[in-house]
């Protein structure tokens, strides 16, 4: 991580500790050294350090664009697992005192992430530095087992409500289904009122035409359109994985000509 969230540097600045500075050894949670790779642990980021012009990749998307190597600032809204994995972090002795200390809140508390958020709240960006740095060992009884799904969804669906919804008057979900629901029915009732619509592209539930939340104790129940996404508008919270539908939803995106972080933000 890095103190100055604008700077293209590809290397540590001064004053940065090693990869196994205060910041990594304090939850790594396994044994690890500093050696030439790293291994993919939690989710399906992949944390081998690649040269400027790859990037890093998830499950979806690439963790930057071609020749930067700074993680986009909406990215951090991922709706599972961490945006990046805590044992690759380092930072300076200065800037960890600043932000710490972490969550002892003890077993289940997912104290990396909360440590991430406090992070970006006092301005901290993410810089890849393009050198593998460390070996992390995955263990199968790590107490990272202990954080619960829903644990790491209610945070990042609390930070998104902190740091993007308000200022949005209102906006769409793109996702009529399982996850875009979800979604709705996780947020609080002040910004449940800001959705306006869902959008998709099945036909099934844009003939329907609307979701009903069939658990609020509001009377009478809401009820949010069920959009074409072409009749849908801006901003957007999309709840859809990238790369699952053979390009079908990323040329959907790209027709409508959005920017991200002003007209959408992906929470997938």
Not at 88 to 112: M, Y
Not at 126 to 131: K, S
Not at 216 to 237: D, G
Not at 242 to 265: C, I, K, P, Y
């Amino acid at each position: 991580m890095s103190t100055r969230s604008s700077s293209p540097c590809t290397t540590p600045s001064p004053g940065w500790t090693s990869a196994c500075g205060p910041s990594c050894s304090r939850t790594s949670k396994a044994p690890w050294s500093s050696r030439s790779s790293t291994t993919p642990v939690r989710t399906g980021l992949r944390p081998s350090l690649r040269d400027g012009r790859g990037g890093w990749k998830t499950r979806g998307s690439p963790w930057s664009s071609e020749g930067t190597t700074l993680l986009h600032p909406e990215e951090v809204f991922t709706s599972h697992g961490p945006t990046v994995i805590m044992p690759t972090w380092f930072c300076s002795r200065a800037w960890f005192f600043h932000v710490g200390p972490f969550d002892e809140g003890g077993q289940g508390v997912p104290e990396d992430l909360l440590f991430f958020y406090d992070h970006l709240r006092k301005g901290g960006g993410v810089v890849r530095v393009d050198q593998s740095l460390l070996l992390y060992r995955y263990l199968p009884d790590a107490a990272t087992h202990s954080v619960l799904e829903t644990t790491i969804w209610t945070h990042r669906v609390r930070f998104l409500e902190e740091r993007v919804l308000p200022r949005w008057a209102a906006f769409t979900i793109w996702n009529a289904g399982r996850q875009g629901r979800r979604l709705y029915r996780s947020l609080t009732a002040e910004a449940r009122r800001k959705v306006v619509a869902f959008c998709d592209v099945d036909e099934h539930k844009i003939r329907k035409g609307f979701y009903c939340h069939e658990d609020s104790q509001e009377r009478p129940k809401p009820r949010v359109p069920v959009l074409h996404f072409r009749a849908a508008r801006p901003p957007f919270v999309i709840c859809v994985k990238l790369d699952l539908t053979g390009g079908a939803f990323e040329d959907n995106l790209r027709s409508l000509h959005l920017r991200e972080g002003q007209d959408f933000l992906h929470f997938s």
